[in-house]
């Protein structure tokens, strides 16, 4: 049984949906838009539930797509983190927003230092990846 709060909920989301038309992500161009669509929702101060369900989908399709497109078997964190700034032309003293210090960044570039949570999370945010890629899955 529905209720009147359930049917504006359905419309207002309907809505939602209209206006970003999410679909599975085939192109970069198409996942460049979505998480252009992403971004606008996330930095609200506060989301509605119809949409945080948007923003959740969102997010899904763009694991999904990266996943696919973006799949380094074997590397480790670091070398991918190497390949990312290689790809985006840049170099250590360019990641200090990151790492917060020129020796940490340092240390960690050199493989005497792991990622820490925080540098996952700002890496991940920094180029647009899912967090899964700086996680070392080897052995």
Known sequence: MSTVSEVENE???SKLLSSVLPHVIHTEAENERAIAALEVLLNQKTRTTEESRLTELLTLLIEDFEARSYAVAGATPLEI?????????LRQVDLLDVFGTASIASEVLNGKRDLAKSHIERLSQRFHVSPELFFDRRG
């Open 81 to 89: 983190l190497r390949h990312l700034m290689e790809a985006n032309n």
């Open 11 to 13: 419309k207002e989301y």
